[in-house]
């Protein structure tokens, strides 16, 4: 089994629900792909107060893929300002098919 690593991309101000219909439907898209496929890759969006956050969990260190790029033109699109954090090395993470639940905030 190869490496897998992670990274996410970073959205400043926080985007709102309402926008991110599209974003949501290209990460499903591609979750379903990869588990469809030998490839590991799969993405979880989390809405923060101070960021929203596109976690991902690949097997391919960069960011070259197809939809890497149909997200970041997304983002473009919708004029939302992101940065990207460098791809960090996932260890022990035997049998991730996706990534974990984010928690919940307490009501």
Do not use: C, K
């Amino acid at each position: 089994m190869g490496s897998r690593w992670a990274y996410a991309y970073q959205m400043v101000p926080p985007q709102p629900s309402s926008r991110l219909g599209a974003i949501r439907i290209l990460l499903r898209e591609a979750n379903a792909a990869a588990r469809g496929s030998a490839r590991t890759w799969a993405a979880r969006l989390v809405l923060g107060r101070r960021a929203t956050h596109i976690l991902i969990v690949s097997d391919v260190r960069g960011r070259t893929g197809a939809i890497n790029r149909r997200l970041e033109a997304e983002l473009e699109r919708l004029d939302a300002a992101f940065s990207v954090t460098e791809p960090l090395t996932v260890a022990g993470q035997e049998g991730l098919t996706e990534p974990p639940e984010p928690p919940h905030p307490s009501s």
